[in-house]
């Protein structure tokens, strides 16, 4: 019995297909990929409670969040390599398990002197990140329809959102800032267990469930790609280089590298931030970073369905990025009514326009450099990004506590306003778009170009 499109038994006469399966793919990629941008957050936003409680500075708590953009550029180029060699079950694996691994060491860090190892724990954590981060648009190629790639792709960026928005509003929630510090001792463990917990049955989903690829491509270019031999490290370390003499991608890289670095430096220091304007307000700091997230998954879905459509790719990257300029601007004199209901407001359409970036970013890029590896290039994105954020982050810090918040979100809009310039001057191309379509003959229209051949 042959299985079906709806994921019951197709007809093998049709070359591609795509599989309900790729549901389940999906999912389970979420679930993982959210537990492991949860704890990049994990800490920051009770940022109070933590120095009291392991009696560290602001800076310390800040590493927290910074060793998870740190280490990603550092190891990035072996790891795009051998995911492109194992594929996405290994890189499936290595993620999920390093996840988890990283929630079950912090299990043994509640005791007021043992803060490296919740830096120990965060250190493994960040290192399972970058076979996280890699996945979206490779996930989304390898078993989605074509006319489905960018809603995919959006869709599995939603784990790394819906971690961050748990991560802005779970910990609040659940570790107190009591006088008693063994109470704060007794929420951090249950904070940590219910995440092991958790991670434990997602492994195991993992394990079971996560397949390596569908058993018909769901594309042409994925037929095409099955045949390719992987390449030597030494040739991938080239070709990872020449993607670089790729003018477009480069600007598309710094530029991608700043929205994103701006945000997530904004996530890091939001506990700072709010409680200058709003004293003791622990908790709406983090229900402030949940509404940036979850209008970040909602900008996520629109603009994904909407490039699915259109395959407007770079007018919508121009039009998000000049929106997410305006919208920090906004948050800026936000603070100053003192209006915490506007704060809220305006700090939620900071993330519609500065988290739903990622996906769309990660599918202009994939345009832009095909017909490389969509692990490759999404890579290379996550890698500018984690090594710009580390800088944003550290200058943020410095220039929050020196000028104060109003000026310091100042300079998050004159970094975004950089980078919608940049992206300005970006090609408006779309190879993969062009390698999708077909002529009349049957060949794709790259191929009608070359005399039939890629």
């Not at 957050?41 to 953009?69: G, H, L, N, P, Q």
């Not at 960018?150 to 784990?159: E, M």
């Not at 778009?433 to 060949?443: E, F």
């Amino acid at each position: 019995m042959m299985e079906q499109g709806s994921g019951l038994q197709e007809e093998s006469k049709d070359p591609q297909r795509a599989f309900f399966r790729r549901w389940v793919i999906l999912v389970i990629y979420v679930l993982y990929s959210a537990a492991n941008s949860f704890q990049w957050m994990e800490y920051s936003i009770i940022s109070s409670i933590i120095m009291r409680y392991y009696k560290v500075s602001s800076v310390a708590v800040d590493w927290t969040s910074i060793i998870y953009m740190l280490i990603y550029p550092i190891i990035v180029v072996p790891v795009s390599y051998f995911i492109e060699k194992k594929g996405l079950r290994f890189a499936a694996l290595c993620g999920g398990i390093g996840t988890a691994l990283a929630a079950l060491i912090k299990t043994f860090s509640i005791q007021e002197d043992l803060f490296y190892i919740v830096l120990l724990g965060q250190g493994v954590g960040s290192t399972a990140q970058v076979f996280v981060l890699c996945l979206p648009s490779k996930i989304a190629a390898v078993w989605f329809k074509p006319s489905e790639i960018s809603t995919a792709c959006a869709l599995a960026v939603f784990g790394t959102q819906l971690g961050f928005a748990f991560g802005f509003v779970m910990p609040s929630m659940i570790v107190k800032n009591h006088e008693d510090l063994s109470l704060v001792g007794s929420d951090l463990q249950l904070l940590c267990w219910v995440l092991t917990g958790y991670m434990v049955l997602v492994v195991i989903a993992i394990v079971f469930f996560f397949s390596e690829k569908p058993r018909i491509a769901p594309s042409i270019t994925q037929q095409r790609d099955r045949n390719e031999v992987p390449e030597t490290f030494n040739a991938y370390v080239k070709f990872f280089v020449s993607l670089f003499k790729n003018n477009g991608f480069t600007l598309h890289t710094i530029a991608y590298g700043i929205n994103i670095g701006v945000f997530a430096a904004i996530g890091t220091l939001l506990n700072q931030i709010i409680l200058e304007y709003f004293p003791h307000c622990e908790e709406d700091a983090g229900r402030i970073g949940l509404l940036m997230v979850l209008g970040g998954m909602l900008g996520s879905l629109v603009f994904g369905l909407y490039l699915d459509k259109t395959h407007r790719y770079k007018e919508t990257t121009v039009l998000i990025y000049y929106a997410a300029v305006a919208a920090t601007v906004a948050s800026m004199f936000s603070l100053l009514t003192y209006w915490k209901a506007l704060v809220y407001v305006v700090f939620g359409v900071v993330g519609v326009f500065t988290n739903a970036y990622m996906p769309v970013g990660f599918e202009l890029a994939v345009e832009i450099t095909y017909p490389a590896d969509e692990s490759t290039t999404t890579g290379i994105l996550n890698a500018t990004t984690q090594a710009v954020g580390v800088l944003i982050t550290l200058f943020l810090g410095k220039f929050n506590a020196r000028y104060g918040a109003f000026w310091a979100l100042g300079s998050q809009a004159a970094l975004l306003l950089v980078g919608a310039i940049i992206t300005g001057f970006l090609p408006n191309q779309k190879r993969r778009q062009d390698a999708l379509r077909t002529n009349k003959d049957g060949l794709t229209e790259l191929q009608r170009l070359n005399g039939g051949v890629v």
